[in-house]
């Protein structure tokens, strides 16, 4: 059977994967059968590689699933007390809670297996991480943590729900368009996408000198000169705090005015290491392996000009991923679900929320960790209420 090349390194990282579970879609995506076996192809070693989209990288081979496998997932219906729906520094701490309670949890990761972490190349402010870490290899430490306890990891993508309304009722879902499970409680973990400019320039460097936390990743460019696009709250937000670490700011505007708040475009003002350029885009983001500047231009005179930085943060928003609840749980008006009061639940029983699905103003791996601990406790103390 043929399907992608290896080379001696992929073969190394194949050998010493193992196989938890599988469903139709991560197969004909990250899976190759030889002589029976199942070989695990590691999501992690494709992003820390490749640093492209995992679509992007299989759409140019083709893999061949034997009649056995569609066997294997079947339409059975498998019933189950936890679901954890994505995974992440949110998905994973609920898993890890909820598995210590005797949850039996199953956790279908989605497409990007560990969440946007797994884009992160060093991460030095999560607690435990003396010398730092970076983000695939923190992502992994917390899966191998959250499988200690049996956590049951799979990757595949939910593409249906059929929430119940009722206190006690069971949710239905769908994986992969094939496999059906019913959950007592579902714990969903997201997240939240980033938004990007969508140049090929900028993709091939994320992780790399482009960014979209300034929170996250400002830290690595103190001293350094550097760029954020946006024109509003978050951009302002993320400028002043790079102001403070940073040599310079430039932050370029796509029209000739900001829409951040009066006080947000006033702090800019008054910060004298911000310099912000107006009527301004970025064609290209200059280097090889690393930012080494970007190449801006004026929308009006279409005049450009090189800028030297090291880091180019895009502050253009976040898109949540909840577009599979939509007309199902309550959510505000940009797509983050609605979470009641200080807990995780929504407003449907036995239904969770937790990490940047439900939040839009921290957006840190820790804070998200910290809600799947709730999200898990929440769902375990509504198990307990029903006997």
């Keep these: 059977m043929t399907g992608l090349r290896y080379t001696p390194k992929m073969i190394a990282h194949l050998r010493s994967a193992k196989i938890h579970?599988?469903?139709?879609?991560?197969?004909?995506?990250?899976?190759?059968?030889?002589?029976?076996?199942?070989?695990?192809?590691?999501?992690?070693?494709?992003?820390?590689?490749?640093?492209?989209?995992?679509?992007?990288?299989?759409?140019?081979?083709?893999?061949?699933?034997p009649n056995s496998i569609?066997?294997?997932?079947?339409?059975?219906?498998?019933?189950?007390?936890?679901?954890?729906?994505?995974?992440?520094?949110?998905?994973?701490?609920?898993?890890?809670?909820?598995?210590?309670?005797?949850?039996?949890?199953?956790?279908?990761?989605?497409?990007?297996?560990?969440?946007?972490?797994?884009?992160?190349?060093?991460?030095?402010?999560?607690?435990g991480y003396a010398e730092g870490t970076d983000g695939p290899a923190m992502m992994e430490d917390l899966k191998k943590q959250a499988e200690r306890f049996g956590t049951d990891v799979r990757f595949g993508l939910v593409t249906k729900v059929e929430l119940s309304d009722k206190v006690g009722g069971i949710h239905k879902v769908v994986v992969d368009?094939?496999?059906?499970?019913?959950?007592?409680?579902?714990?969903?973990?997201?997240?939240?996408?980033?938004?990007?400019?969508?140049?090929?320039?900028?993709?091939?460097?994320?992780?790399?000198?482009?960014?979209?936390?300034a929170t996250c990743d400002g830290f690595f460019y103190k001293g350094q000169d550097v760029v954020v696009v946006g024109a509003g709250d978050t951009a302002a937000e993320e400028a002043t705090y790079l102001a403070n670490i940073c040599s310079k700011v430039t932050i370029l505007v796509r029209k000739d005015f900001m829409r951040a708040s009066k006080a947000m475009q006033h702090r800019v003002e008054k910060t004298k290491n911000i310099e912000v350029?107006?009527?301004?885009?970025?064609?290209?983001?200059?280097?090889?392996?690393?930012?080494?500047?970007?190449?801006?231009?004026?929308?009006?005179?279409?005049?450009?000009?090189?800028?030297?930085?090291?880091?180019?943060?895009?502050?253009?928003?976040?898109t949540p991923n909840s577009d599979l609840f939509k007309g199902v749980l309550e959510m505000d008006d940009t797509g983050y679900l609605i979470t009641q009061g200080k807990t995780t639940k929504t407003n449907l029983p036995g239904v969770f929320a937790a990490g940047d699905i439900q939040d839009k103003e921290y957006r840190q791996a820790v804070t998200a960790a910290g809600t799947g601990c709730m999200a898990a406790l929440d769902a375990e103390r509504y198990i307990g209420a029903l006997k």
Excluded: W
């Design 277 to 318: 350029l107006y009527n301004t885009e970025i064609e290209e983001v200059l280097g090889s392996n690393v930012v080494e500047g970007v190449r801006a231009i004026n929308n009006i005179t279409k005049h450009t000009h090189d800028i030297a930085v090291t880091g180019v943060f895009i502050a253009i928003g976040h």
């Design 21 to 65: 579970s599988f469903c139709k879609k991560a197969i004909n995506l990250m899976f190759i059968i030889q002589d029976k076996s199942l070989i695990k192809l590691s999501y992690i070693f494709i992003v820390k590689t490749y640093k492209h989209s995992l679509l992007e990288i299989t759409k140019n081979y083709i893999f061949t699933i």
């Design 177 to 213: 368009e094939s496999r059906h499970i019913e959950a007592e409680t579902i714990i969903i973990s997201t997240g939240a996408s980033a938004k990007y400019l969508g140049i090929e320039s900028e993709q091939r460097l994320i992780g790399g000198g482009v960014s979209a936390c």
């Design 70 to 127: 569609d066997n294997i997932m079947s339409n059975t219906i498998e019933k189950i007390k936890c679901l954890i729906i994505g995974s992440g520094p949110a998905g994973y701490t609920a898993a890890i809670y909820a598995a210590r309670a005797d949850m039996k949890p199953i956790m279908y990761t989605g497409m990007q297996m560990g969440g946007q972490l797994t884009t992160t190349t060093e991460v030095d402010n999560f607690p």
